[in-house]
């Protein structure tokens, strides 16, 4: 063994016997420090080699502990260092600010922010060589919605509309805000409308009512995506095709019908008014007319819309 005069301790032609630990220590007057080493000597020296992927992604989600695992097989038995982002090594055992590299070679991060996303080294080392594992840690993207409605939604007034807000994530938050203001944010049934556990927005039965533009909001911690849809519903005012002449004729005891066709969505229905104020639904025959049924008649066109248009005879 020689020591030499900048304090290295050279051993050559070492020993099983050299094996243990070695003090380096350093005196003047004002007292004394100390350097310890450990040796240990085997007769067989093995490379490191690494027991997980030389190289790893894990995605980095804000808040949540992270695990990065290292770990080698070698002889004698390699020495982990973790080199964090700005280049610092984190020695086993070692912990800086969020980052504790543990016994095991597993560094862990605490509370990790979006700066804490990038490429971290782990070495191994020993008196055979030196083999690293590298871990990137990806940032996380707010949510994108896949579906687009490139123009507006048009259904006929009474049927069911189905509106779809697919992600490309699966942990995302989703709400649907309606015309009226009203938000649903979870899967949930509020009267003729609910939202599917998939996300999509079910409405039962559309009327006019429902018309006007809906909102699908997808969110995570890195921020959202909005998709607007507006939506027609197709309901057309009812109008009579054919109605009455202005005066119709009739022969004592002679039947004779009034026709009044109308059209609309939804359907409308036709209703007769008679000059006494009596009102009859559908078509209208007077099967033994007498003067008494003289007068006015006013033919009725509605629709569930509560619209209606009219026409009369004579």
């Not at 050279?10 to 420090?33: F, H």
């Not at 992604?57 to 804000?62: E, N, R």
């Not at 560094?107 to 020993?126: D, K, M």
């Not at 687009?148 to 994530?169: A, E, F, K």
Request: hydrophobic share 35%; charged share 20%; net charge positive.
């Amino acid at each position: 063994m020689t020591v030499h005069r900048n304090g290295t301790l050279d051993i050559r032609s070492v020993r099983m016997a050299d094996t243990g630990q070695l003090a380096c220590i350093a005196r003047n007057e004002g007292g004394e420090t100390k350097l310890v080493f450990r040796l240990d000597v085997t007769d067989i020296l093995e490379k490191p080699k690494l027991k997980s992927p030389k190289m790893e992604s894990l995605l980095l989600t804000v808040g949540r502990t992270i695990n990065l695992n290292c770990s080698f097989e070698g002889s004698p038995t390699p020495q982990l260092t973790w080199i964090l982002l700005n280049g610092s090594p984190l020695l086993s055992g070692a912990q800086f600010n969020k980052f504790l590299h543990k016994s095991d070679g597993t560094l862990v991060i605490s509370n990790p922010a979006l700066s804490e996303a990038g490429t971290y080294r782990c070495l191994g080392r020993n008196a055979a060589g030196m083999v690293e594992r590298t871990v990137t840690l990806m940032p996380g993207h707010k949510p994108e919605i896949n579906n687009r409605y490139n123009s507006p939604v048009s259904i006929m007034n009474g049927q069911s509309l189905h509106l779809h807000c697919l992600t490309n994530t699966d942990s995302v938050h989703l709400a649907w805000t309606l015309p009226s203001g009203m938000v649903l944010n979870r899967p949930q049934r509020a009267g003729r409308y609910a939202v599917l556990p998939n996300g999509t927005l079910s409405i039962q039965q559309a009327s006019v009512h429902d018309r006007g533009s809906y909102t699908c909001r997808a969110s995570n911690e890195y921020g959202s995506s909005l998709l607007t849809v507006p939506v027609i519903i197709i309901a057309y005012p009812p109008r009579v095709t054919s109605g009455p002449v202005p005066a119709t004729y009739a022969k004592r005891g002679v039947a004779v019908q009034l026709n009044c066709v109308a059209i609309g969505i939804p359907k409308a229905e036709v209703a007769w008014e008679t000059p006494d104020r009596t009102r009859l639904i559908g078509s209208l025959i007077i099967q033994n007319p007498t003067m008494s049924d003289a007068g006015l008649y006013r033919c009725t066109a509605r629709n569930s819309d509560g619209k209606r248009i009219s026409s009369g005879g004579k």
